[in-house]
């Protein structure tokens, strides 16, 4: 199998690659990057061969594409993927407005093409069984849910995050998508309503973007979520250890501090610690997925139109920022 | 001074027993349901009485322990009378209510105190002492989780009673609603939901409340009476620009009790238990009693109390209209309420 990596500018990219050299079924990987310096030599450290634009990577007679760009400027690499024939994986969320959101999944659907939204959650054992649980009716009904998806600021890694035409925004765009996903898989039903609050207070205001984001989401059931998506957290902090979720049923509580099962390790001279992470890769398991879902040809297991509903929620919560009340979220 | 303690339930218990620890006189113990009032009183060396009317008379402070509903007009009784009150919280059951009892105080010269005693458990002591000097820079993001089991009573459960409690957005959530303005400041903006605003009839209940602060600080605060007896959590997380401080008193409790209670077993309400060597409420009791005795300053006063019960207040208005509730400014509280003379 031939995948393409379209653009370095998500930090997950690189840990893509990486995983990408361990699912035996591919067995080449190409990258293309705006940013051709970085591109050069994330390629060249990542194993991949690189093309200095999207249009020569597709021609590549490739079978999939991991759409890795600015969230601004993944309508477009996704456009493009589609006219070339190749299903898609793309990160998220999808796109910075519902609308590009929808273009993309129309685009796919025109053309034959899946596109499948990165939410690697949704391939995390834990919530996996927790989820089947919850199916099977053993959890009784749920009732509220209080759950974050805290991050340090992702800004050493990638600037543009804090450039609103090219994120979208700050902690909420970048992290209020896992949370969405997570819940209306969970619940099987679609948010109605968003409130959302922010403030500009982590690293003394220096973030011309949002650092702290609160998001109440109310779904058609009457069912309520908080979701805290601030960039409260140290980078000292394990990966998706900020990730939490409190569910209130009728049965009681159930708390879930999933992707929690590490190895502290400090060293005797050292004054940071570090995490040596327990347990599946999230991003092999998703990786591994989206490349069977080709190589048997169906659908992957996530669509684009979770993609789209997780944006639309995004959207209405920034709408919500600016009127101070409650937003009525809208489908496209 | 002398002081009579109003109600004989399980908070005018933790009260009485603060008091021992004072050189106050306890004089008497007034409750309604007086079958358990004269044992109890017995047992501190006081009097049973059928109400505060009678008690009134010979003494010089009353604390209020009876439910909520009732805080507003045994009040005004013992303001009028010319007695310091000490109530528990919430202050009273309306913001309207509030600014009552603190404008009457004021005019008695009398002090009015809110029994706030999360202010005076160590963790949140202690992190307060840390935002104040420094260590973490401006809050930015603070959350608070408070839950218990549905709280059992005899027939009346007032608790239940949302119309006299005011539910969990109040009844429970209030310490942190108390707390988060203690840490970040007035709040402006108040948006809350709970279980039972849309499934009555719920066997658990939850709430969770958002506050904007005007410092631009965001507050989460969580409630839950879900959990099964006896359990109990009390968390504080407080994320400032420089670090981050939290607490933990379920996880760091030096004895976690997993163990199955029958439900009989199980306490009437569920009040954290912390090993400290100092009882937060006896300290509490202590505090409150020298700034009386003495005229001093308190860390809490009536203003703060009345500016608990206007976000509880606009929390549970929050949650039945499905609206946020934006504050108005009270001149009690944005005032100079500090010192209450």
């Not at chain 1, 998806?149 to 925004?169: F, H, I, M, V």
Request: glycine share 10%; with cysteine.
């Amino acid at each position: 199998m031939r995948i393409g990596l379209l653009s370095f500018a998500h930090h997950h990219s690189q840990a893509y690659l990486e995983r990408l050299q361990s699912i035996p079924r591919v067995a080449w990987i190409g990258a293309a990057d705006d940013d051709a310096g970085r591109g050069r030599r994330l390629s060249q450290a990542g194993g991949a061969q690189f093309f200095s634009s999207f249009e020569d990577l597709l021609g590549q007679k490739l079978d999939g594409v991991i759409v890795c760009a600015e969230t601004a400027r993944r309508r477009r690499a996704v456009e493009m993927a589609a006219a070339a024939g190749v299903p898609v994986l793309c990160e998220v969320p999808l796109a910075t407005t519902a609308a590009d959101a929808r273009a993309m999944v129309d685009a796919c659907q025109r053309a034959g093409v899946a596109l499948a939204p990165a939410f690697p959650l949704r391939f995390s054992p834990a919530i996996r069984s927790f989820k089947q649980d919850l199916d099977a009716g053993k959890l009784g009904r749920p009732l509220a849910f209080n759950a974050t998806n805290c991050t340090a600021p992702p800004l050493e890694q990638r600037a543009w995050y804090a450039d609103k035409a090219l994120s979208g925004g700050g902690a909420l765009a970048g992290n209020a998508a896992h949370l969405v996903d997570l819940l209306r898989w969970l619940l099987g039903e679609e948010a109605a309503e968003v409130y959302a609050r922010t403030n500009h207070i982590f690293a003394g205001g220096a973030y011309p973007v949002e650092s702290a984001a609160l998001e109440m989401i109310t779904f058609a059931s009457g069912v309520f979520a908080s979701l805290d998506l601030s960039w409260s957290r140290s980078e000292l902090a394990s990966p998706w250890s900020g990730l939490k979720v409190e569910m209130v049923s009728e049965r009681g509580s159930i708390l879930a501090h999933a992707l929690h099962e590490n190895v502290e390790h400090f060293a005797a001279l050292d004054t940071s610690g570090c995490w040596l992470p327990l347990g599946g890769d999230l991003n092999q398991a998703m990786l591994a997925e989206f490349t069977g879902a080709i190589a048997a040809s169906r659908p992957p297991a996530v669509s684009g139109l979770d993609g789209l509903r997780a944006v639309e929620v995004m959207e209405a919560a920034y709408h919500s920022v600016e009127e101070g009340q409650p937003v009525e979220v809208l489908r496209y | 001074m002398r002081v009579g303690i109003l109600g004989a339930g399980f908070m005018g218990k933790a009260h009485l027993a603060g008091w021992a620890e004072t050189g106050a006189e306890i004089v008497g113990l007034a409750s309604r349901t007086a079958s358990g009032a004269a044992p109890l009183a017995a047992q501190y060396g006081a009097e049973a009485f059928p109400d505060l009317e009678s008690l009134l008379p010979l003494v010089d402070i009353v604390d209020i322990c009876t439910p909520t509903h009732l805080h507003y007009a045994m009040t005004l009784q013992a303001i009028r009378a010319g007695r310091h009150v000490v109530c528990e919280k919430p202050l009273a059951r309306t913001t309207e209510q509030a600014r009552h009892m603190l404008q009457a105080a004021r005019a008695a010269g009398v002090r009015l105190l809110p029994a706030h005693v999360v202010r005076f458990f160590p963790q949140y002591v202690n992190a307060r002492n840390q935002v104040m000097a420094g260590e973490i820079g401006k809050p930015g993001v603070i959350r608070l989780l408070r839950g218990f089991y549905r709280p059992k009573k005899p027939v009346g459960n007032w608790f239940l009673d949302e119309e006299k409690s005011g539910g969990i957005l109040m009844d429970l959530m209030i310490h942190d609603y108390d707390y988060a303005r203690w840490i970040a400041g007035e709040v402006e903006s108040v948006y809350a939901r709970k279980i039972t605003g849309y499934w009555p009839e719920a066997p658990v209940e939850y709430g969770l409340a958002i506050l904007k602060h005007r410092s631009g600080a965001l507050t989460h605060a969580a409630g839950a009476w879900a959990y099964p007896p006896p359990a109990f959590r009390t968390s504080l997380e407080i994320f400032g620009e420089g670090g981050l401080l939290a607490a933990d008193a379920g996880n760091d409790a030096p004895v976690n009790d997993l163990l199955d209670m029958p439900p009989a077993e199980a306490p009437d309400i569920g009040l954290p238990v912390t090993e400290q060597m100092e009882d937060p409420y006896t300290v509490q009791i202590q505090e409150l009693y020298t700034a009386i005795l003495e005229g001093r300053d308190c860390r809490v006063t009536a203003a703060d109390g009345l500016a608990a019960v206007q976000i509880a207040e606009a929390a549970e208005q929050s949650a039945r209209s499905g609206q946020a509730i934006v504050l108005d400014l009270l001149p009690e509280v944005t005032g100079d309420a500090e010192v209450e003379k």
